[in-house]
């Protein structure tokens, strides 16, 4: 089976469906990039596992698919709720047991590109804790743009390996450099700045049926709208203009959230750059009767801080006062740079930031 016999696609009619439209808005007001990008997630999330589920499938009947990570997302352009969005899937690699499928975000008619998503989802046989993976055939790559885009998962795979390999890295000369200062400046009579440990937001919900998927475990595309919401309410701590979406980073799963778990919700702004401004957003489940207690979830968000006519507008430096916040401090900031190297057409973030550091 060809890439191309995977494609899925999911329209969402804002012109012409004003409930729909409603749901996708920020405000009522007719303002630029008035556009839910919580809500997105959960259409992208159902749309990557309905697309990976459809091909597991054929393979092995009854299979279900969860989601293991959304490993990245770049805007290119910000999207108007009163034009239709296009999302277009296709699985692009397939492993023993994972998949993953790429997602084309765009406007209609004009197809414009809005975004690119990459969500890797895994095959499950049974539903609840107690499912296991299934191993899937791999693809067909019959022409050389299908062999890139295999050949593209498998570089965005080993590069996130490299990225967490880089986390237990010791600083660089220029890392510690910049972070001396950082902790120097706070030493300074006076001190007005920001410190990391005063921008950090939190809340606690419990889950209940109605957010279950067919695994018989809580819709991921439900807990990732939910961290999403969150961090850009803590992003708003130094963004003081309007912080919109540049990218999605990362978003792993860890253990599957059941029926009724309390979960604790925590963003930190943990870098800034510019108008840029990185939240770190981690879920905690903690099992109804209290006997299980587990990171569900990492995030990390890219926004940018922006002005009534999308300018982008800096954001105050953040500054990080022990190990911990140093440690999530150049994770973001290597993240970032790696991010840009390799998403040169995304306007956020790579026009932006060139803007902020020139």
Request: proline letters at 6%; charged letters at 30%; a positive charge.
């Amino acid at each position: 089976m060809r890439p191309t016999d995977t494609t899925c696609e999911h329209l969402l009619p804002l012109s012409t469906d004003p409930a729909l439209r409603r749901r996708f808005m920020v405000l009522k007001d007719p303002i630029p990039g008035n556009f839910r990008f919580g809500v997105l997630l959960e259409v992208l999330d159902r749309l990557a596992a309905d697309t990976a589920m459809a091909y597991a499938q054929r393979f092995q009947p009854g299979a279900r698919v969860v989601t293991a990570a959304l490993d990245e997302i770049v805007v290119r352009r910000v999207a108007d709720v009163t034009r239709d969005v296009r999302c277009l899937a296709r699985i692009n690699h397939v492993g023993r047991t994972s998949m993953e499928v790429g997602i084309r975000v765009e406007s209609a008619p004009d197809r414009a590109h809005l975004a690119s998503c990459y969500f890797t989802m895994v095959a499950r046989d049974g539903d609840g804790p107690g499912a296991r993976s299934v191993a899937v055939p791999p693809l067909e790559l019959a022409d050389d743009v299908e062999r890139v885009r295999a050949a593209r998962a498998a570089a965005r795979r080993a590069a996130y390996r490299r990225e967490q390999d880089s986390l237990v890295e010791p600083p660089s000369r220029d890392e510690f450099l910049l972070l001396s200062a950082l902790h120097r400046e706070q030493e300074a009579p006076g001190f007005a700045g920001v410190r990391a440990r005063d921008v950090v937001t939190e809340t606690w919900e419990r889950t209940y049926p109605e957010q279950e998927n067919l695994s018989a475990v809580i819709f991921g595309g439900y807990i990732m709208r939910r961290a999403y919401e969150l961090a850009s309410i803590c992003a708003e701590r130094v963004a003081l203009d309007r912080p919109v979406m540049a990218a999605v980073n990362r978003v792993n799963f860890f253990h599957p959230v059941q029926i009724g778990d309390k979960l604790h919700l925590t963003s930190r702004v943990v870098y800034t750059d510019g108008a840029m401004v990185c939240i770190e957003t981690g879920i905690e489940r903690i099992s109804r009767d209290r006997s299980a207690r587990a990171l569900s979830n990492s995030c990390r968000f890219t926004f940018v801080n922006i002005d009534r006519d999308l300018r982008p507008v800096p954001v105050p430096t953040l500054h990080p006062s022990d190990y911990a916040e140093d440690a999530r401090y150049l994770a973001a900031r290597r993240d970032l740079r790696g991010l840009e190297e390799r998403s040169a057409k995304g306007w956020l973030l790579s026009y932006l930031a060139g803007a902020q550091r020139g």
